[in-house]
């Protein structure tokens, strides 16, 4: 049996670990991960047998070297849950995560439980974290139809841009307004000439694109909208008198899958 100076030294070197080990599963998401998954792995690192390393963890934890929690699925273990920055980390990790899903915001109510699912801690703590970043400008809140949602500094700044942008848009000239005949006309021979059956969601689509000098066409995956924009260019092309139609998109791949639906 080692010494108390040796089970320091020991306790030590396997909290350095353990730490390290907690850190590499942050970045990758994880903010607790089951004891199950990294004593095995540790002890046998260190020729500790896995009782053995049960007794360390729960040493450790009561030490506060490392975090350790207990769930319905058994003990885990985490960084220390009073660490401010594992807290915004936890945060910055849950509403990055939503943007790469589309979201532009989250409510705070929203934000609030899924980082206090993923940090395993109080309520208080994660607001705290919040009111941290937007003290520091990464985070930003804003009310909107009686909801606060939390956009990161970045995106809400595109977002910002993009409406003034859009204002700008309405308001400058646009080509000349077809009558709704010729718009009909342009309609029947563009469905015509790409084989396709236009409903008449798409039909009004097309023509409120003809109508207006700013649109945006949304719709669930599968509606019609790589249709309405292939539809909409063939039609503007042919009644803008030659004067060019422009297509952009924010990444290689939109762009060229934006070539595509639009036949260019």
Not at 45 to 52: H, K, S, T
Not at 99 to 116: D, G, Y
């Amino acid at each position: 049996m080692p010494d108390a100076a040796e089970q320091a030294a020991i306790d030590a070197a396997v909290a350095e670990r353990l730490t390290d080990l907690l850190e590499k599963a942050e970045r990758r998401g994880r903010f607790t991960v089951p004891e199950a998954e990294l004593l095995p792995q540790v002890g046998k690192e260190f020729g500790i047998a896995l009782n053995l390393m049960e007794t360390v963890a729960t040493r450790l934890g009561d030490t506060g070297q490392v975090g350790r929690s207990s769930t319905r699925r058994g003990p885990v273990l985490h960084r220390d849950l009073s660490s401010s920055e594992r807290t915004v980390r936890g945060i910055l990790h849950v509403i990055l995560g939503s943007q790469r899903n589309a979201h532009a915001a989250l409510p705070r109510s929203e934000l609030t439980a899924a980082a206090e699912k993923l940090l395993l801690c109080s309520e208080q703590t994660v607001l705290e974290g919040i009111d941290t970043l937007i003290g520091k400008c990464v985070l930003v809140v804003e009310r909107i139809d009686g909801d606060f949602l939390v956009f990161t500094a970045a995106a809400h700044s595109a977002e910002v841009a993009m409406v003034k942008n859009l204002m700008q848009l309405t308001t400058t000239p646009a080509m000349k307004i077809p009558r709704p005949r010729r718009i009909r006309k342009t309609i029947a021979r563009a469905e015509k000439r790409s084989h396709l059956v236009l409903n008449a969601d798409q039909a009004e689509a097309i023509a409120t694109i003809l109508r207006h000098p700013v649109s945006i066409v949304t719709g669930a995956p599968g509606v019609g909208k790589t249709t309405v924009i292939w539809a909409a260019v063939d039609a503007l092309a042919r009644l803008s008198q030659g004067k060019p139609i422009l297509l952009a998109a924010p990444t290689g791949k939109a762009a060229r899958r934006l070539s595509e639906a639009a036949k260019q």
